[in-house]
């Protein structure tokens, strides 16, 4: 049984730092392209980052310059450094993964989000930025 599970949210200042992790257990985490979402209030789950099976990352636009992400393939583990938090990225953080072990043409994030929306979730964990 694929499980998911994220760890590192919590409170933070605008202009803060956080890193969020996700440690995959029961998939061949290697060959899964990986993402994380955010879900606000009233708001729709939003793709802010992902990564292919081979190590390509694409972010959506709000967070580019100020998140990163990356994977510990030997250690089954997603991060995703978020530095210069503002208060529009509190939310709920949830891991994804989706078998996807090479890419034939690159895969837009419009791709990968409709791919890990039917793959394997986390639970999710907080991220607060206060003003």
């Known amino acids: 049984q694929v499980q998911l599970a994220e760890s590192g949210g919590g409170l933070v200042q605008a202009g803060g730092s956080l890193r969020l992790s996700c440690l995959d257990s029961?998939?061949?985490?290697?060959?899964?392209?990986m993402g994380w979402f955010r879900e606000a209030p009233g708001k729709d789950p939003e793709l802010v980052a992902a990564?292919?099976?081979?190590?390509?990352?694409d972010y959506v636009d709000s967070v580019k310059g100020r998140f990163t992400i990356s994977r510990d393939n030997a250690k089954n583990i997603l991060f995703l450094q978020m530095n210069s938090l503002k208060p529009e990225d509190t939310a709920i953080y949830s891991c994804?993964?989706?078998?996807?072990?090479?890419?034939?043409?690159?895969?837009?994030?419009?791709?990968?989000?409709?791919?890990?929306?039917?793959?394997?979730w986390g639970r999710g964990t907080q991220v607060t930025v206060s003003s």
């Open positions: 994804a993964a989706a078998r996807y072990p090479r890419e034939t043409v690159p895969l837009t994030m419009a791709t990968m989000k409709s791919l890990l929306k039917s793959g394997s």
């Open positions: 029961g998939t061949i985490f290697s060959l899964n392209v």
């Open positions: 990564i292919t099976a081979e190590g390509r990352t």
